[in-house]
Structures are given as structure tokens and as C-alpha cells.
């Protein structure tokens, strides 16, 4: 194996981990950036009306995405307990399932969401200034389904067994590519909305290609031609897969359900919100790195049945998480309208946005602590106690909060409502992993 790969079951764990989540922080960054990028083309080239849609369509895009993105959480967990027990017949086995199961659904998944967009933007009550923009722009992305999933499969399986910079130059190539075709398509081409959409899927798709081909000749991971798995194999990444999926389509759809209280206010807020979501995105890529590092550092450590290695990860997670969310929320809110208006220029718009930043910034910290808890119990294969904490936290908390406060506040209290349902969430984030038996849960089967 390439020396890119950390063994996490000993060594130093606070620099391990400082060393493992800088490339993810980086390549999160770098993500975001890809999609700032297509924000700031579209909302600039073509207008607000265009940013709005595009920011409806995305929440569509990640709900229908979101049981391919769980499996990616169920083979985060498997691989890295397979690295940790040292086992690489484990390792292979597990991937050759894993790149079955999720090409067909992604494909499969792709074919329907094609049929199924503008019914559903219709029934999020996407205004109808936006709704063919909205269409064109999912539609496209839909063709390129197996390319997205590619995308993000190689880097999840990297990082599962202890890479994060292998996976960094690919998502920088995807950015750099993305950067130069978006203007090209949308204007150069002519192609407006929809030019934005197939710039994103060229560029993952070929950065997809170009990082198999990396990781086959460099040999980075066991990877086998693709042959029928085991039902043992099958039974094992479903009984996580289908909670790690439903835990997304729980995510994804409170975002969509969330986005139709936003729409309720018009197409102003509607873009408002969308340049706000897409920067106050950046507030938690510390939380994130740090959550995927846990997950792929304690599933290791899990692997290889080394309890008091997990709790330390956890309390390392923690202290960075703190640390770094309170720079980040004081960095955003010092910044919101200038931010805000890289995007967008209309007074309405610009104004609701920065609002909503300066009141929700200082909430994010306690959002965090809800990724590191559940990056180690996710570890041990806790899919499905994750998916009654999400359904806790989205439709017990967030939507109704966010309902509730927008009709006492008005616009407004979209913030208010969110930010009270990051502080409460992390207190059952926090009750579950004090007092929970995620420690007592088999991820894998025995041979």
C-alpha cells in the first residue's frame, strides 16, 4: 500500500488527526468552492431568478442522491474496520460489493430522476419564474448520476483507509476544470442554466476516470474486477446502507421541506437564502472534516477493538470542533454582506441574506458537536440509532422550529428557528453517545 495511508490504531492520535483532517477540510473546501463557483456564474450571467433555481434543484438533486450517499457512509464504516483489523481479503471482498450494488443504484436512480423533476419542484412550490431553469438544470444532472457517484466513491474509500491527500488532487482537478467551462457553456455557448449543469457533470465525470486509473496502477486499494458478492456482504453493507440512506433522505428532504417555508416568502428571499446557504456552507467544513475523520479514525481503532483509542478521537473531535467553528462563525458574520453580495445584487435579496447569516453564526458550533458525536458511533455501525437522531433533529426540531419562528417573526425567523434547533439537537447527539450501546454493535459478520 502507498505510504499516503495512516494506520490509526497507534501513534500519536491529536496530530494523526490534525494531519488526516486538513486534506478533507481542504478538499470540502475546494467542493464548496465548485459549487460557489456555479452560484456566482449562474447568479451573475443570468440572474437571480437562475440562482434560485439552482439552488431549489440541488436540495432535489442531494434527496434523491441520498441512499447512494448513505452507502458511501456504510462503506466509510466497513472498509475502515477492515483496515483497522488488518484484514485485505476483507478489504477487496467489501469493495468489489460496494461498486456493484452502488452502480446499479446510481444508474437506476438517474433514469428516475430525470421523469420525476418537475413534478417534485412543482410540489416544493418552486415559484414559476424558475421552474424551467430548475427542470433544465436537475435534468442534466440526472444523465450524469454515475459520474457524481464515482466521484465521491473514490475518495470515500480512500479516506477509509487512512488517505485524505490522494483524494485532494483529484476534487482540485474537478475545480479547476469546472471553473473554465462554466463561463464557456453558460455564456460562451449560450447555453445558460443548463451549461452550468453539464460543466459539472464533465468535470466530475472526467475527474472520476482520471482518479480510477490513478488509484489501479498506483495500486492504493484492493480493487478487483467486478464479479457477483456474497449475500453475507450484501446482508452486511444493506442492514448499514439502509439506515446510513434513509439518515440522508431524512437530511435532504427536511432541507426540501425547509425550502418550501423559504419559497412561501417569494423569489427574493428564495435567492436571498440560496446565497446564504451557499456561505454559510463554508462555516462548517471544520465540523465536516473533522466528522469524516473520526468516523474513518475510530472505525479503525473499532476494527481493531481499541476502546480507549475511540473515546480520545472523540475528545480530540470535540476540542477542534470547538476551536475552530467559533473563528469560523466570527469570520462569517464580520463578512455576510459583502459575501452575500458576490452573488446577488438586489437590495431584497441581499439584505435577508445577511441577516440570516449574522443571526445564525454563533448557533453553528453546537451543529457541529452533532458530527463529531455521530462520526463515532457511525464508526461502530450505529446506522440506524444516526437515522432516530436525524428524524430527532430535522422533523421534531428544525422544520416545525423554523415554521413556528417564521410565522411569529416573518422572515426572520428562518434563523431564529434554525439555530435553536442546533442547540437542542447536540444535546441528544451528546445523551446517546454517554449513554447509548452503539459499543455493543457488529458491523461486520463473522467468517
Known amino acids: 500500500m502507498a505510504t499516503t495511508q495512516q494506520d490509526f490504531t497507534q501513534g500519536p492520535l491529536a496530530r494523526q488527526m490534525f494531519a488526516f483532517a486538513w486534506p478533507i477540510l481542504l478538499a470540502n473546501l475546494l467542493q464548496v468552492s465548485y459549487q460557489l463557483i456555479d452560484t456566482l456564474w449562474v447568479g451573475n450571467l443570468i440572474g ?19 441512499f447512494v450517499l448513505g452507502l458511501n457512509n456504510a462503506a466509510l464504516t466497513i472498509l475502515s474496520q477492515q483496515k483497522g483489523r488488518k484484514s485485505e481479503e476483507g478489504l477487496k471482498r467489501y469493495l468489489n460489493a460496494f461498486v456493484v450494488l452502488m452502480s446499479i443504484m446510481s444508474v437506476a436512480l438517474g433514469i428516475i430522476g430525470i421523469f420525476i423533476a418537475e413534478p417534485v419542484l412543482r410540489l416544493l412550490g418552486t415559484p414559476e419564474v424558475m421552474l424551467p431553469m430548475a427542470t433544465a438544470y436537475l435534468q442534466v444532472n440526472f444523465t450524469g448520476l454515475l459520474f457524481l457517484f464515482g466521484y465521491n466513491f473514490n475518495t470515500t474509500v480512500l479516506r477509509s483507509v487512512g488517505d485524505s491527500k490522494t483524494p485532494l488532487y483529484f476534487v482540485a482537478a474537478a475545480v479547476v476544470l469546472n471553473a473554465v467551462l462554466d463561463p464557456l457553456f453558460i455564456s460562451g455557448f449560450g447555453w445558460g442554466i443548463e451549461g452550468a449543469a453539464y460543466a459539472t457533470v464533465l468535470s466530475q465525470g472526467l475527474s472520476f476516470v482520471a482518479g ?61 437564502y440560496g446565497a446564504a446557504w451557499r456561505l454559510d456552507s463554508l462555516i462548517m467544513l471544520p465540523a465536516q472534516a473533522l466528522g469524516t475523520a473520526v468516523n474513518s479514525m475510530a472505525g479503525q481503532n473499532i476494527g481493531a477493538a481499541k476502546w480507549e483509542r475511540v473515546g480520545r478521537i472523540t475528545k480530540y473531535g470535540f476540542l477542534f470542533n470547538l476551536g475552530a467553528m467559533l473563528l469560523m462563525a466570527a469570520v462569517l458574520f464580520l463578512l455576510a454582506e459583502p459575501a452575500v453580495r458576490l452573488f446577488i445584487r438586489e437590495p431584497e435579496a ?3 441574506g445577511t441577516n440570516y447569516l449574522r443571526t445564525i453564526a454563533f448557533f453553528y458550533p453546537f451543529l ?28 421534531v426540531l428544525r422544520y416545525p422550529l423554523v415554521w413556528l419562528f417564521s410565522g411569529w417573526f416573518g422572515r426572520e425567523g428562518i434563523a431564529i428557528g434554525m439555530g435553536m434547533s442546533f442547540i437542542i439537537s447536540s444535546v441528544f447527539a451528546f445523551l446517546y453517545y454517554r449513554y447509548g450501546k452503539w459499543r455493543e454493535i457488529k458491523a461486520i459478520s463473522e467468517e
Not at 448499514?240 to 440512506?245: E, R, S
Not at 440522508?248 to 432541507?255: K, N, R
Not at 457541529?368 to 422533523?395: C, D, E, H, K, P
Open 48 to 66: 437571480a431568478d437562475a440562482l434560485g433555481a439552482v439552488s431549489i434543484s440541488s436540495t432535489v438533486l442531494f434527496t434523491v442522491l441520498s
Open 212 to 272: 480510477l486509473i490513478y488509484i489501479l496502477r498506483k495500486r492504493l486499494v484492493p480493487f478487483t474486477k467486478p464479479s457477483m458478492p456474497k449475500s453475507r456482504e450484501v446482508k452486511d453493507i444493506l442492514k448499514l446502507g439502509i439506515p446510513a440512506g434513509l439518515q440522508m433522505s431524512v437530511i435532504s428532504a427536511g432541507v426540501m421541506a425547509i425550502m418550501s417555508v423559504v419559497a412561501s416568502f417569494g423569489p427574493a428571499v428564495v435567492a436571498g
Open 350 to 352: 441581499v439584505e435577508f
Open 368 to 395: 457541529g458537536i452533532n458530527f463529531i458525536l455521530n462520526g463515532t458511533v457511525r464508526a461502530a455501525g450505529a446506522m440506524f440509532q444516526v437515522l432516530v437522531l436525524n428524524i430527532i433533529s430535522f422533523w
